[in-house]
């Protein structure tokens, strides 16, 4: 079953714009990572914030995590076409298992 | 360092034939997991090994099966294959103990 809900499932948007993407979930957790994946090829790690985390850097990306409201988001500043790709969350409850949500497709124009 | 490797890249089968995909975890990841990515159901968890034990499992029938070897490489078995086991199916690893898991590039089944 699906754990994690991404919001909007599609975006598109121009270079230079910044790009957020939300994801909800239903269960407590230990912690959720933000995936890439570009065209039906592997899942790249982007970022992983633990539950008694609120918000985390790396690079142009930043990710918040709302506990009390079972929420993430994944904003991408100064896009680029590279960026373009699918953006997964995914939960791990504890198991060593991630739950992953259906995606948002992010689409960015030159 | 070399990432997840997985074997073959893609893997043609007929219905109820048996399909093995194989997958080499980053070196020294302990833990290695495997998921499918079918069309429509996004990604779902398989199986999850470490150590050489299944350590969980997620709702799939027995006929998808697997192992790890002492290498820490592993295989899926998938047998009397079906139709709707057409998907991409990915590795991925880990050092375990809710770090980061680092996937491979996957082998997308398709059954004819």
């Known amino acids: 079953s699906q754990q994690g809900e991404e919001d909007p499932q599609a975006l598109s948007i121009q270079e230079g714009e910044n790009a957020t993407m939300n994801c909800s979930y239903k269960t407590s957790i230990n912690n959720l990572q933000w995936y890439r994946q570009n065209s039906g090829r592997g899942l790249v790690h982007l970022i992983l914030?633990?539950?008694?985390?609120r918000e985390k850097h790396s690079g142009r990306l930043r990710v918040t995590l709302d506990t009390s409201k079972k929420s993430s988001s994944l904003l991408i500043t100064a896009s680029r076409a590279a960026d373009t790709a699918s953006y997964f969350c995914?939960?791990?409850?504890?198991?060593?298992?991630?739950?992953f949500g259906k995606g948002t497709m992010l689409l960015v124009s030159p | 360092e070399a990432g997840v490797t997985q074997s073959p890249t893609h893997l043609i089968k007929t219905r109820g034939q048996q399909a093995t995909l194989r997958c080499s975890p980053i070196?020294?990841?302990?833990?290695v997991y495997w998921y499918q990515q079918a069309l429509g159901l996004g990604l779902q968890f398989l199986l999850w090994?470490?150590?050489?034990?299944?350590?969980n499992r997620g709702n799939f029938p027995p006929r998808f099966s697997g192992r790890q070897f002492p290498n820490y490489s592993s295989e899926l078995n998938v047998n009397a294959l079906e139709l709707e086991d057409s998907a991409l199916y990915l590795c991925?690893?880990?050092?375990?103990?809710?770090?980061?898991?680092?996937f491979g590039d996957g082998t997308r089944l398709s059954i004819l």
């Open positions: 090994y470490d150590e050489g034990e299944e350590r």
């Open positions: 995914a939960t791990d409850k504890g198991y060593s298992t991630l739950t």
């Open positions: 991925a690893s880990s050092l375990g103990g809710f770090q980061p898991q680092h």
């Open positions: 914030i633990r539950s008694n985390e």
């Open positions: 070196s020294g990841h302990t833990s």
